[in-house]
């Protein structure tokens, strides 16, 4: 297994936005809004980091902040940016931990599921509590916030957090719970002064940001990320159909896969798949393919992340391949993604609100890729996400058709 850069920038590298960021004051509440690539987790894991070495470097030690994100894969991953030195949790397990120890009493949740909090019963407890505590922890760094409820920063004010950074894109909603840029401001009670927008896009080459950009919704709160500068080395991102009438079938689909990892192995590829069935079936192809196949390096690292699952080898540092469901890649950065059976995407092109949704997952997938994108899709296979897709082939190049 190659090794590959994956570190956090220095404070030299960072661009003029990303420094004033960088030195808005610990206190208070700040709103960091940004698209993909614009540095923005980055600027959050900084944060973070100042606050850590004020806390010691022994992890056993209290410290005065907490590092919150949607699941536990970006936990890991931040986690693995900052050298094991993060105090962080997923917000909905800090959230009910945080309740339960501050007013001595479990976390109401909806209809017996314990991830479905009820938020109404949460405020009534909250509101009728007295004398709580000053919060043990009272710093928060919350990344990708726009997929938190509204109700979760009504929650943190009340429970007397006052000091709490949000870096958000309401673009890359894609959770079925989420806020708004403005919700998260008013909620937090933020103003003009403490919100800053970070533009440019430091990650994806040219043609993987336009191909991006063409799924932006272009939410005016959200502004899309701007363009970075071309390269004449950069490839055109490239939609592949395979199976009858087509070039390749599944298996040699997935041989160039591995030939792909093997060309590199210090390159990260996320295969990212729209359900658990297409998981499945590609990690187990992967797996089984690798070790038929005569690779020049032999077989790749290849590992998966599911919820309820052994996580695994998770690491970022590494070449290989990653396997993972479209939900889970939200902060993640590949140096190739490849949009595994783009066809088994459900929605109704007359229903433009599921379209939005849908472009929206698309626009966080794509841009999760640094070189290159490839989508694949069964050929012979309805596809509605067809109608989403850029036609001009300097965007998307198509081929696989015989």
Not at 170 to 178: E, F, L, R, S, V
Request: charged fraction near 25%.
């Amino acid at each position: 297994m190659a090794a590959r850069r994956f570190v956090l920038p220095n404070i030299e590298d960072l661009s003029k936005d990303q420094e004033r960021v960088r030195l808005l004051p610990k206190e208070g509440c700040h709103l960091i809004v940004g698209g993909p690539g614009t540095g923005k987790s980055v600027i959050a894991l900084l944060r973070a980091r100042q606050h850590h070495r004020a806390g010691g470097t022994r992890a056993t030690w209290p410290q005065d902040y907490c590092f919150l994100a949607y699941n536990k894969l970006l936990i890991a991953t931040s986690r693995e940016l900052m050298g094991g030195a993060l105090n962080a949790q997923t917000w909905i397990t800090w959230f009910k931990r945080t309740f339960e120890k501050v007013l001595q009493q479990p976390c109401p949740t909806r209809n017996g599921d314990a991830w479905a909090l009820d938020w109404q019963a949460i405020s009534q407890a909250i509101g009728s509590a007295v004398d709580l505590p000053l919060p043990a922890s009272p710093f928060l760094i919350i990344d990708e916030g726009q997929d938190m409820p509204p109700t979760f920063y009504a929650a943190l004010l009340n429970l007397g957090y006052e000091h709490v950074f949000v870096v958000a894109d309401q673009n890359q909603q894609i959770t079925d719970q989420h806020s708004t840029v403005r919700q998260i401001a008013d909620a937090l009670d933020i103003g003009p002064r403490e919100r800053i927008t970070l533009s440019y896009n430091h990650r994806n080459a040219y043609p993987i940001a336009r191909l991006a950009l063409s799924f932006c919704v272009g939410d005016p709160a959200s502004p899309c990320t701007q363009l970075p500068p071309e390269r004449a080395s950069a490839k055109t991102p490239e939609l592949m159909d395979y199976g009858p009438g087509c070039e390749c079938d599944f298996d040699e689909v997935v041989r160039r896969v591995l030939k792909a990892a093997d060309g590199d192995p210090a390159r990260l590829l996320g295969v990212i798949t729209p359900d658990n069935e297409t998981r499945n079936r590609w990690l187990d192809r992967l797996r089984s393919q690798s070790v038929a196949l005569a690779l020049d390096h032999g077989t790749p690292r290849i590992v998966t992340f599911a919820t309820g699952e052994d996580r695994g080898d998770l690491s970022f540092c590494q070449g290989g391949i990653f396997v993972i469901n479209d939900k889970a890649t939200k902060g993640l950065e590949f140096d190739w993604v490849i949009l595994a059976d783009i066809h088994r995407y459900r929605c109704n092109p007359e229903k433009e609100h599921q379209m939005d949704d849908l472009r929206r997952r698309f626009y966080v997938m794509v841009s999760r890729a640094r070189e290159q994108v490839i989508l694949l899709r069964q050929a012979n296979q309805s596809c509605p996400m067809e109608a989403i897709l850029p036609q001009d082939p300097d965007i998307l190049r198509r081929w696989g058709r015989l």
